[in-house]
């Protein structure tokens, strides 16, 4: 709770847009350096608050680092959710293009983020959670004799999410000449082999 | 250097040999618990030698962290070289079998180590190479017309690394009911797809 007669702040926010501002604020620090080198003193300054008010947000830099992640993760997964008013195929194109446009903005956090699971149980969590969660909305879309996935279909999905992320690293960092249609095309016709592939069934069309 | 008269060692080991247990155990203790909260001592006991032997092969908890993970790396790449002598399809389904061995020999550690790149730009760079190493080397293997493989192909091997690495984690995590076989059947059916699908050409036989 924010406290009445707290230390004046630069601008009056509601607790939510502090929040989410505070949150942007991380994502930049902790995607310029890594985790030990940044202090909270680093994320106030970087969101123009005061580190006492960061502190009624937040009780520290790893619950903040482990929010931040959280909320990227729960970003690309909003931006990229499968809009079912659509045809199939456009569906998948409107998702993956979603995805490169999201990795494009957050390109230097996209890339350290994304793989910031190391050997964190938390942060490992978060992003299987994500991972999971990806390959379930997909299945679910899927039509499949009684209803139930192949298993080859339920691994070759989770490899799918591996391959999205790898193959947008490497674009961002190096695009092989490739503008962002090419690679959602290429993204389109990838998972409409993988998924043919695991499945043995005609592509969705 | 290891001085004449140093403290006497549980064992006499060369050493290449005792270099080679002390990343053994540094894997072993990386992959249990949180950087953090892993010591030297820890690492020592675990390899049952004194502190002071540690730091003759190893500035500190950093160091041997990044060898660990330098050489896991290496292991994998030099487990799942592809074997020249072997038809393509041959070569690429013992690569691909080895891999899982690999995987599974080393159960969390790969699971942990292979994603421990984090916002470290020291992991994030091993972790790098070792991936364009593999992508390097499979482009060798295939020939393209002029001997310049379609920008596509060069992504979508990216993209492959992280499938076979999301794949395999959660393969090992959950079989979904396939034994090593069929998940083997299924990778190299993968890369076939996602190989046709990139270069528009026929799938090697």
């Known amino acids: ?44 300054t970087a969101a123009g608050i005061s580190k006492n008010l960061l502190y009624h947000y937040f009780t520290g830099k790893r619950e903040l680092f482990l929010e931040v992640i959280r909320d990227s993760s729960r970003q690309m997964l909003d931006w990229t959710a499968p809009d079912l008013e659509l045809e199939p195929m456009e569906r998948l194109r409107a998702s993956l293009r979603a995805h490169l446009d999201y990795a494009e903005e957050h390109a230097t956090g996209y890339s350290k983020l994304m793989r910031a699971a190391g050997t964190d149980e938390e942060v ?11 390959v379930q ?13 192949p298993p080859e279909v339920v691994l070759a999905l989770h490899g799918w999410v591996g391959m999205v992320d790898n193959l ?15 690679v959602c095309d290429l993204l389109v016709s990838l998972f409409v082999a993988v998924l043919t592939s695991a499945a043995g069934v005609p592509a969705p069309r």
Not at 8 to 17: C, E, F, I, N, Q
Not at 22 to 38: H, M, N
Not at 137 to 149: E, H, I, K, M, S
Not at 171 to 182: A, M, T
């Open 1 to 44: 709770m924010q406290r009445m007669g707290a230390t004046p702040v630069r601008r009056r926010l509601s607790k939510d847009a502090r929040r989410a501002e505070l949150l942007r604020a991380g994502e930049r620090v902790f995607s310029e350096r890594p985790f030990e080198e940044v202090s909270i003193d680093d994320i106030a």
């Open 124 to 134: 490992l969590a978060i992003v299987d959670g994500a991972r999971h969660e990806v």
């Open 137 to 149: 909305r997909t299945l679910d879309t899927l039509p499949f004799p009684g209803g139930v996935a």
């Open 168 to 182: 947008t690293i490497e674009w961002l960092d190096d695009s092989h000449g490739l503008d962002k249609d090419g």
